[in-house]
């Protein structure tokens, strides 16, 4: 165990310097009862109740029979029973209910983790060790493809690149002349593209936040003794980069393995399905229990790449950046490369960002989107206040209860990524400085894996576990308190990850120097760790709080009567097929996200994306 | 180091145990006869209007899940006439519904007092039977409504048809059903996916319940009686279908704009809610359809309701029922086109294509049974299934 040797010998995080008590019963005592060990004990029942059961019911359900089933099965509902699995993984419909969307699954994903981890980590790279112009004008636009829902960037697409093999209207580039093969409409490829330009901002903003942490001394260092920088890059930087880089694979390829709404938009015409639109369809046709085997499926998906993550995050001491001494970040001159790497970054950001924004607004202000006619442009759907299209539909802007629901949708996410990111770097605090290794990786783990959870299995499960009191566990079904309990369960691993490596870089002197000074561990905590960590626990909370107003699996279970929130009032225009007003809701959303974003940083004084030690 | 482990899983499995048994419970709980007491005025012979009434505002409040998005319409009207705080949720789809109800059971915590929603095999097949909810006909105005229409009890019917695109085929390019399953229309039959909603397995459910009308139209159009391996010539029928390589879009306007639209050379056929009528004008759609194909045209579609027999509020749902199948309460379904109430005394729009007569609308769709639904609804999902392998 290399890994504990490198820690202080006796109990909890630091050697207290209180040799009084040495040897007595008293001192070993003192010493169990570390505030370290009792935080890590006391997050380890919290977070097995609010984790842990209701990812045991999930999975439970594919073992039982179904009510939908008894009678069918003729057997009593909660009987054991492998029918589910049998249907899954051996019936003559295993290959398109379960085999095929597997393999399409961890195609799409695994090339998306390689796209976005490759395009984050330039652009990062371009961000924090280039005296780029207009650095901060493009680093907070670059966040922005990750507050659009993600099938908005499908929706995009359709409009543009739908050809005719699907009956109705082809989308604009047919309408112009060109013919668009199914390839590129349809299927493995525009769905990559597509995820790729929703998910690489995670990417970007994790090795934003890595790289500010990095002494550029060291790569100075390694100039100064002959190193180019090609050399610098891949010896110095990548392996001090690994958890960062880890970070990247493991949360954007779990985010791909979970995500619906492009695959099943963009692959539904040519029948490419993978896990999560197979789950859909067996929740939509009722088969609840193959359903759970699909989430089964997710779930050991995911158990594999924490595995690998744990493999190569054997010691954390290793990629410690930073010390107790002073550092420094030095850009590098771009010199003649500025103007042209200026129009790069531009454009890059001007087809993630504009192209599909714009295709959205416009579709906002047009009946039959793609028709480019005059009678077919309107404004209805933004401010009449009812539409010709559907009577007793008010424009968006005319809708009474759009504010409530707005509000609402602000508040959940507001407060669940405020308790998010308490949660998550007390999470990170004990898994880095505790001991007592096993408790800190069953901490580790256990906090992420929501992220490998399908969203609705995750709401199926919080309705049934707190629509009941329990002990001193009041019922909290139908109350706003339990969307925010959730959503803030939900992106604990967006907090706690950022926590994580970040705790991971920082070394153990900043702490042990005002130890030596005297101060207690919340004195320590208050004073030294949270003052370094708070950029990074900034923008852990920042990203819960963009993630959970574009959430909507998850709500869509807990959102009960009088607490619709924006993501809710969009699908049900969807539903209804009113994708204009669905549209705009969406565009309402990544609005409201980015002002509130914007303001907050301007108020934190801190940059999501580029700002931190800039 | 090892006894933390230990621990930690024991406390895993106690908090696990701990909250599953209540699981369990509730599954217990399903057998026994549910402390469900019927009120004296909801009967037939005890009905009682006034009562009704005084009870329902008694409870103050309603909370219904519809799926339509026309319900807050009537909940309005129904809060303004009986004083009723009504939160009428619109646009739940069944998936949602069902989900919902299924787990606030389990739990033992109903939150809804009237679900509306389409899929009468579940209520069939596990709501009822399981004693999860209960199908009420105001007992007033059972006089006026078919049986048929009484269990579980019809909110609202839409037809559903076969439709053509009427700027490019002055009439129907087809007249009978099996035309469809020819090389002609591969590829070129829109349909809702019936596995995002799920109503649609009623119609393939409907032409196997119709066999012989389907063996019929066979004949009618080939001249010779057919030979099937199946159990009857609707599944072959059905069959047929989804190896003609059927196009699934996930909501019936795409289904109307996909044949509608204007400038196409080649248009598909389709089936859609009667309903898509009215927006054909707005969106400039084109579409039209032949009553006379045999063996229909299309199926009935209903909408039910249901009222959980754990509701909150028992005596404001069923207040709520009789509205909605009364002139004031059905106006935001009724007075439009493509929907007709159950309730005879109650004219549907003069705008309906065809005619504004429920009655006479069915004699030319087919009418499913949710029960016979619900039986085949597996081996349909199945063959469906085998039909989407690439």
């Given at each position: 165990m290399k890994f504990n040797e490198s820690k202080p010998k006796d109990g909890g995080s630091m050697p207290e310097l209180d040799s009084k008590f040495h040897g007595t019963l008293w001192y070993k005592v003192r010493n169990r009862l570390q505030p370290t060990v009792v935080l890590g004990f006391v997050l380890a029942v919290l977070l097995t109740y609010l984790i842990a059961v209701p990812v045991f019911m999930l999975l439970s359900e594919s073992v039982t029979v179904h009510s939908i089933d008894a009678k069918y099965f003729n057997q009593q509902a909660g009987t054991l029973t492998l029918k589910y699995f049998e249907r899954a993984l051996t019936s003559v419909v295993s290959g398109v209910l379960f085999l095929a969307p597997l393999w399409n699954t961890l195609l799409i994903a695994t090339t998306i983790t390689i796209f976005t981890t490759i395009v984050g980590y330039i652009l990062a790279w371009i961000f924090t060790r280039t005296d780029l112009r207009f650095k901060k004008v493009f680093s907070t636009l670059a966040v922005v493809p990750f507050m659009l829902p993600s099938w908005s960037y499908a929706a995009a697409w359709i409009t543009l690149f739908k050809n005719r093999k699907m009956a109705g209207a082809p989308g604009i580039l047919e309408v112009m002349g060109f013919t668009i093969p199914n390839y590129m409409a349809y299927g493995a490829i525009p769905i990559i593209i597509c995820l790729t330009m929703h998910f690489f901002p995670l990417s970007f903003l994790l090795f934003g936040n890595a790289f500010q942490r990095i002494d550029s001394q060291m790569e100075e260092s390694a100039q100064l003794l002959g190193a180019n920088r090609f050399q610098t890059a891949v010896h110095i930087l990548l392996p001090v980069m690994r958890p960062a880089i880890m970070s990247s694979i493991l949360l954007t390829f779990a985010r791909s393995v979970g995500t619906f709404g492009t695959p099943y938009t963009l692959g539904r015409p040519v029948k490419f399905n993978t896990l999560s639109t197979s789950l859909y369809f067996t929740h939509q046709s009722g088969e609840p229990g193959v359903m759970a085997v699909i989430a089964l499926a997710m779930l050991l998906i995911g158990g594999l790449l924490v595995a690998m993550d744990v493999y190569v995050l054997?010691?954390?001491?290793?990629?410690?950046?930073?010390?107790g001494k002073g550092q420094m970040s030095r850009p590098s001159a771009l010199g003649k490369a500025q103007i042209p790497m200026n129009i790069l970054v531009g454009l890059f950001l001007f087809f993630v960002i504009f192209v599909p924004l714009g295709i959205l607004a416009l579709s906002t202000f047009m009946i039959t989107p793609g028709w480019f006619v005059k009678d077919n442009f309107t404004l209805q759907f933004w401010f009449?206040?009812?539409?010709t299209i559907r009577e007793a539909v008010p424009g968006l802007l005319r809708d009474p209860h759009l504010l409530t629901i707005a509000w609402t949708s602000v508040k959940v996410a507001g407060i669940g990524a405020l308790i998010c990111g308490t949660l998550g770097t007390l999470v990170g605090y004990a898994v880095v400085r505790l001991q007592q290794a096993r408790l800190g990786k069953f901490l580790r783990h256990l906090s992420f894996l929501p992220y490998l959870v399908p969203g609705i299995g995750f709401g199926a499960a919080y309705l049934v576990l707190f629509a009941t009191g329990r002990g001193p566990i009041p019922a909290l079904y139908g109350t706003l308190l339990l969307m925010i309990l959730a959503m803030s369960v939900m992106y604990l691993p967006l907090t706690t990850r950022a926590s994580i490596s970040s705790m991971a870089q920082m070394g153990t002197e900043p702490e042990e120097a005002a130890m030596i000074l005297g101060a207690k561990w919340s004195t320590r905590m208050w004073r030294i760790v949270i003052p370094i960590q708070k950029k990074s626990l900034f923008s852990g909370i920042l990203l819960a709080f963009i993630q959970g107003m574009k959430e909507l699996s998850l709500v869509i279970m807990l959102a009960v009567p009088g607490l619709e929130v924006l993501t809710t009032l969009s699908i049900r225009y969807t539903d209804n097929a009113l994708m204009q007003m669905s549209n705009g809701v969406i565009l309402i959303i990544a609005l409201i996200t980015f002002l509130l974003t914007v303001i907050s940083q301007h108020f934190m004084k801190t940059n999501l994306a580029q700002g931190i030690g800039g | 180091m090892k006894k933390h482990v230990l621990c930690l899983m024991l406390v895993t499995v106690v908090l696990g145990l701990v909250s599953v048994s209540p699981l369990m419970a509730a599954g217990v709980q399903e057998e026994k006869k549910p402390a469900f007491v019927n009120e004296p005025y909801w009967t037939a012979e005890g009905y009682d209007y006034d009562k009704l009434v005084a009870a329902a505002q008694a409870e103050g409040s309603l909370v219904a899940r519809w799926?339509?998005?026309?319900?807050p319409q009537a909940a309005k009207v129904f809060e303004e006439k009986y004083g009723i705080k009504t939160v009428a949720s619109p646009r739940f789809d069944d998936s949602e519904n069902i989900e919902r109800l299924r787990r606030e059971y389990q739990a033992d915590n109903v939150q809804v007092d009237i679900l509306g929603m389409d899929d009468g095999g579940i209520i069939m097949s596990e709501f009822i039977p399981n004693n999860m909810v209960v199908s009420w006909t105001p007992p007033d105005l059972a006089q006026y409504i078919d049986e048929k229409e009484q269990y579980p009890q019809v909110v609202y019917w839409q037809p559903c048809i076969i439709g053509y695109n009427s700027s490019v085929y002055s009439h129907s390019p087809i007249k009978n059903l099996w035309e469809l399953t020819e090389p002609k229309w591969k590829g070129k039959f829109v349909t809702s996916d019936p596995q995002i909603q799920p109503y649609m397995w009623h119609f393939f459910a409907a032409a196997i319940d119709h066999g012989d009308e389907f063996a019929a139209a066979y004949e009618q159009l080939y001249g010779k009686a057919l030979k099937t391996s199946y159990k009857n010539a609707g599944w072959e029928w059905v069959a047929r279908m989804f190896a003609n390589d059927m196009i699934a879009v996930p909501h019936d306007t795409e289904v109307a704009k996909a044949i509608g639209s204007p400038g196409q050379t080649d248009p598909p056929i389709g089936i859609f809610t009667l309903t898509r009528f009215r927006d054909a004008k707005e969106q400039n759609l084109f579409l039209g359809f032949d009553e006379k194909v045999v063996p229909a045209v299309g199926f009935a579609m209903p909408t039910y309701m249901v009222i959980p027999v754990k509701a909150p509020h028992p005596n404001a749902a069923r207040l709520w029922a009789r509205f909605l199948l009364t002139e004031e309460g059905s106006f935001p379904w009724t007075t439009v086109v493509g929907g007709f109430s159950p309730n005879q005394t109650i004219m549907a729009s003069k705008d309906n294509p065809f005619t504004s007569s429920w009655g006479e609308w069915l004699d030319y769709l087919l009418i499913f049974d949710p029960e016979q639904s619900a039986a085949v609804r597996r081996d349909l999902i199945d063959m469906w299934l085998m039909s989407q392998k690439k």
């Open positions: 054997r010691e954390y001491k290793r990629y410690v950046t930073m010390s009449a206040k009812e539409t | 799926q339509s998005g026309r319900a």
